[in-house]
Structure formats: structure tokens, C-alpha cells
């Protein structure tokens, strides 16, 4: 494949295109574009295919922070390179923008964004794309230039024009990194996050639970440091391997040494912040071959979530039930002790652990997400133990929010039953047509000296036993079948991977100076966005 890309077009919230960057040829321009993009049912795929127009076009689109970004061509290309490039493209409008990317921040500084766009692809084929590189071919006017250009004065040197060019020549060898890098404090950190991604079955036993790691590297240190990261698994540092699958690296990340010994990271770090790898964990084959529930030792959750449906004489109630585990797997335990970076709020006593660090792991943002049929008008009753409960009519979803003081309080097992309300039957209906409780007892259509004995009605032999058991089948039906977990852990990984030390090797680090010991930091956390899910 040696497509090429051919534009890119980026649109704001409400659609209109705020700017447009051709590489080659002559693509479809933003106005065309967008209602044959917009004529795709939602949710729209990443590639779209438009064989009607001409020439036929393929469409990569990526939305972040409520803007649109679409990038075209007409030839066959590799997808996952277009999709990777608008990715980079946002990593570099973040970094000299400032995240988030807005729409007045790149008509703002549309010389530098033209500048970007430039330089991270070339007539259509991707060329520089780290931030630190570009860093050096992009010139950024300060803010003393644009006051002088403001009144008409010359703000720099002829001289200066040529610089971006000379710089380009003299490039590092080393494209993620820029030259002659300097700090007066030289900091090491090192950030582990872990999304879970669990489902259950309505019995609590786990039917897939995955966790997808990213390890997210701070450096600022002078010179070219090399460094070397050792990471561990929960049984050691033999089957990491086997315990980390489809592992992505940085370009940074010398690969030989990784294949050779796994678990070790050489590399010469990017200055500032970047992503360092990135991998997924399968924390099921932890079992055995044994199929549990949630107390057993196989999957450790921070929370335990049980749905009780069709509870009540009528069947109308639901009760949702959490339990905190207050031990979070075996990490909780077996820590390096460069791991006690910033952590939570202050610790209870001088000697004692930070909340938040991997010694006492701290647990928040517990939120439960429970979605409800569409026949559901409405809960008429909604009794949290703790915290505070809201029905979205709208969407039908019912949401339990528990505060951190609560989760910090002791309380180990946390409640929530409601009831729901169905839609009007036809017998509710005739008795309150209205829906506001006038009914027909304000009619006049009967004689004044009408018989006050009710006439026996069609279904009066019917059975109570018949009607109990009617009303709890169309309840049935209301009852939720699923709920999600929201949460937040930090000091805790569900894997159990963690780093095990980080050193400068000294002798292949250059600038670095003599004496200099970096502060590591290390930090563990571990997120579920509804990802804890249990089937009813």
C-alpha cells in the first residue's frame, strides 16, 4: 500500500470547518466533505468509503474535545497509519497549544498549526510526528513578537528566518529528543493505570475480566540519560511475559533487550511526559481452570456487586448491593519503595502510609450505574443507605453516587432498593384520564338518583392469587438486567504488575553530571469507567 494522505479538515462542534491543510492532489474540500460524512448513521466508523464521489475517497475520522478531524485520500492506505497520524496530530496541537484543543485556540495560532501540519506530513506521507522534534523545527512566537508585530515593528532578524533550516540539519540523532535539553531539578516519575474491564455473571461468577495497563513516563532530567526499568508480576519476574500480552512500546524502547529479558525497559527517555508502553492483562487465567465466585481468591475486585430483582408482594423492587474489600490483591502487600509519590491526603499519623499510596490504597469516585427498560415511567421509591440516588427519565438510567467520606468511613456493605412504575394500564387510565387525580367523579353524565350499589363487574371472580401473579409478569419485565460499576483506586493495580526499581545507568548517559541523583516517583492506579459490569 503507498497510498498517500490528501487532506485534513477539522471542524468544530457545530460543524463548521475552521481549518483545512491539502498535502497532494486535489481532495474533496471541507464544505463537499461534510454532508457526505454526516449522511452515515450514528455512531459512525473510524474509515468511511464514499464510492460515489470522484475519485472514490476513503474518510478516517477522529473526534476529541467536540472537534471533528477527517482525513482523506483517494488511494489505498494502510488504515491504522491514518488513524495513528490524526492521533499524533492532537498530541502535537496539545503540546504547543495546551490540552484541551479548542477551535479558538487553533484560529488563535493559525501559524503555528500551519506550521504543524507541515511538518508532520509531507506531499501525503507521514513524517515528523514527536513533539520534542518538532520542537525544534517550529518556530513559536513569543509574546514580545507578537506585541511588535502588532505595531508594525520588526520583531526579529533577518538572520533568524534561516534558523529553522540550520536546525533541521543539525538534527539529533535521536528524533524524540530534543538537543542541549537542561533542568535545574532532574525528576524521574513514572505513572501505571490500569482500566478493568469485567464481566459477571448474575450468580457474581466472572465471565471475562480484562485489564488494559498504559505506563505513562515523566522525565526531566539534563543531558541523555539512559535508563533502565525493571517491572515485576504478581508471582515474579519469570512469567511476566505470559502475564503482559500484546505489549506496545514507545520507539524509545530498545525491543532487544526486552525479547531477551522480559520485563526490563532500556531506553533514552523523550523530555517531559510521554507513553512508555502499554499492555493487557487476562485475570482470568489466574483461576486454574476453576470458575468462582467473588469471594474466591482468583479475581480481586475492590468491589462486590449483587442485583436482587422482583423483590416485593407485587414484584416492583430492586436492590442493589456493594461490598468494599478492603484488600486489594497481593500488590497491596509487596511495593518497591520508590512507590510512595504524592499519594492521597495526609496520612493519619507521621509513620504511617499516605492514603492513595500502594501501602494503604484508597478507593473513590464509587459510581453505580443500573440501566432500566424503556417501559419504566418512573421510581417511585428510591431509599440509598448511603449517598445520593437519581432516576434520568430521559435516558433511564439509574445512577448511586457514594462520596469518598463514606467509602473512608469504615462501612463495608452499602445498599440501594427502589420500585418501579410501569406504564398506565387501561383500567388506571379510565379511572384518571386526566393523569391528575380528577378521574370522573366530577362528570354529570348519570341521573342525580342513580343507584349507589356498584354493578358487579366482569372479572370481580377473579382471584386475588390471579392478580398478584398477573402484576408481578408485567413487572418482570421492568426489571433492570445489568448494572455497572464506576471507580477509582489509587495504590492498587488488578494485575499486580509493578515496578520493581529505576536506575540511570551512568556510564551510557552523556550530560547527565557527576553526582547528580534524579527523585523517582512511582504511582499505581487503577480505573473502571463502567467497566465492572454484572448480568441479571
Known amino acids: 500500500m503507498n497510498g498517500v494522505i490528501e487532506a485534513l479538515h477539522i471542524y468544530d462542534e457545530h460543524n463548521r470547518a475552521i481549518l483545512s491543510h491539502t498535502y497532494t492532489s486535489r481532495p474533496l474540500s471541507a464544505t463537499h466533505l461534510l454532508p457526505l460524512y454526516l449522511?452515515?448513521?450514528?455512531?459512525?466508523?473510524?474509515?468511511?468509503?464514499?464510492?460515489?464521489?470522484?475519485?472514490?475517497?476513503?474518510?478516517?475520522?477522529?473526534?476529541?474535545?467536540?472537534?471533528?478531524?477527517?482525513?482523506?485520500?483517494?488511494?489505498?492506505?494502510?488504515?491504522?497509519?491514518?488513524?495513528?497520524?490524526?492521533?499524533?496530530?492532537?498530541?502535537?496541537?496539545?503540546?504547543?497549544?495546551?490540552?484541551?484543543?479548542?477551535?479558538?485556540?487553533?484560529?488563535?495560532?493559525?501559524?503555528?498549526?500551519?506550521q504543524l501540519l507541515t511538518e508532520v506530513c509531507d506531499a501525503g506521507t507521514v513524517s515528523t510526528t514527536e513533539p520534542n522534534a518538532l520542537r525544534d523545527v517550529v518556530e513559536v512566537e513569543g509574546l514580545l513578537g507578537k506585541l511588535?508585530?502588532?505595531?508594525?515593528?520588526?520583531?526579529?532578524?533577518?538572520?533568524?528566518?534561516?534558523?529553522?533550516?540550520?536546525?533541521?540539519?543539525?538534527?539529533?540523532?535521536?528524533?524524540?529528543?530534543?538537543?542541549?535539553?537542561?533542568?535545574?531539578?532532574?525528576e524521574l516519575y513514572a505513572d501505571v493505570v490500569e482500566t478493568l474491564t469485567v464481566t459477571l455473571a448474575p450468580s457474581g461468577r466472572p465471565i471475562a475480566a480484562f485489564a488494559n495497563g498504559?505506563?505513562?513516563?515523566?522525565?526531566?532530567?539534563?543531558?541523555?540519560?539512559?535508563?533502565?526499568?525493571?517491572?515485576?508480576?504478581?508471582?515474579?519476574?519469570?512469567?511476566?511475559?505470559?502475564?503482559?500480552?500484546?505489549?506496545?512500546?514507545?520507539?524509545?524502547?530498545?525491543?532487544?533487550?526486552?525479547?531477551?529479558?522480559?520485563?526490563?525497559?532500556?531506553?533514552?527517555?523523550?523530555?517531559?511526559?510521554?507513553i512508555l508502553a502499554g499492555y493487557e492483562v487476562d485475570l482470568l487465567p489466574f483461576t486454574n481452570g476453576k470458575s468462582g465466585n467473588l469471594s474466591s481468591n482468583s479475581l480481586r475486585l475492590p468491589v462486590n456487586i449483587e442485583v436482587k430483582t422482583g423483590l416485593g408482594s407485587a414484584g416492583s423492587e430492586f436492590e442493589v448491593r456493594l461490598n468494599i474489600n478492603k484488600i486489594f490483591g497481593p500488590s497491596s502487600s509487596s511495593v518497591s519503595g520508590s512507590s510512595g509519590r504524592g499519594g492521597g491526603p495526609g496520612g493519619r499519623s507521621f509513620g504511617g502510609p499516605h492514603p492513595g499510596s500502594a501501602a494503604a490504597p484508597l478507593l473513590q469516585d464509587l459510581i453505580v450505574s443500573v440501566p432500566l427498560p424503556s417501559e419504566v415511567r418512573n421510581l417511585s421509591d428510591v431509599r440509598p443507605s448511603k449517598g445520593d440516588a437519581s432516576f434520568n427519565a430521559g435516558d433511564k438510567v439509574l445512577e448511586w453516587n457514594i462520596p469518598t467520606k463514606e467509602l473512608s468511613a469504615g462501612t463495608s456493605y452499602f445498599g440501594l432498593r427502589c420500585t418501579v412504575q410501569g406504564p398506565l394500564t387501561e383500567d388506571q387510565g379510565e379511572a384518571d384520564p386526566n393523569g391528575f387525580g380528577f378521574g370522573r367523579d366530577y362528570t354529570y353524565d348519570e341521573p342525580y338518583q342513580s343507584n349507589t350499589k356498584e354493578k358487579p363487574k366482569n372479572n370481580e371472580g377473579s382471584s386475588d392469587s390471579e392478580k398478584d401473579a398477573k402484576k408481578v409478569a408485567q413487572n418482570k419485565i421492568l426489571m433492570p438486567s445489568s448494572a455497572s460499576v464506576s471507580f477509582s483506586v489509587k495504590g492498587w493495580l488488578s494485575s499486580g504488575i509493578k515496578i520493581e526499581s529505576m536506575v540511570i545507568d551512568a556510564r551510557k548517559s552523556r550530560g547527565l553530571g557527576e553526582g547528580v541523583k534524579p527523585y523517582k516517583g512511582v504511582k499505581y492506579l487503577t480505573v473502571s469507567k463502567g467497566g465492572v459490569e454484572i448480568r441479571c
Open 39 to 114: 449522511d452515515h448513521p450514528a455512531p459512525r466508523p473510524n474509515l468511511i468509503y464514499l464510492p460515489n464521489t470522484n475519485p472514490p475517497t476513503l474518510v478516517f475520522s477522529l473526534t476529541h474535545a467536540n472537534l471533528l478531524y477527517l482525513a482523506t485520500s483517494s488511494s489505498e492506505i494502510e488504515p491504522l497509519l491514518v488513524l495513528e497520524f490524526l492521533h499524533r496530530v492532537i498530541d502535537a496541537l496539545e503540546e504547543f497549544l495546551g490540552a484541551p484543543v479548542l477551535a479558538h485556540k487553533i484560529e488563535a495560532n493559525y501559524d503555528v498549526v500551519a
Open 148 to 186: 511588535l508585530g502588532s505595531i508594525n515593528l520588526p520583531s526579529k532578524s533577518p538572520s533568524n528566518s534561516v534558523a529553522p533550516s540550520l536546525i533541521a540539519q543539525n538534527a539529533p540523532a535521536l528524533p524524540w529528543r530534543r538537543a542541549n535539553v537542561r533542568h535545574t531539578s532532574n
Open 214 to 274: 498504559t505506563i505513562a513516563f515523566t522525565s526531566k532530567v539534563s543531558g541523555i540519560p539512559d535508563i533502565l526499568l525493571n517491572l515485576t508480576g504478581p508471582s515474579g519476574k519469570h512469567n511476566l511475559k505470559s502475564v503482559m500480552e500484546l505489549p506496545v512500546f514507545h520507539p524509545c524502547v530498545r525491543l532487544n533487550r526486552w525479547r531477551e529479558n522480559p520485563g526490563e525497559l532500556s531506553f533514552i527517555p523523550p523530555d517531559g511526559r510521554f
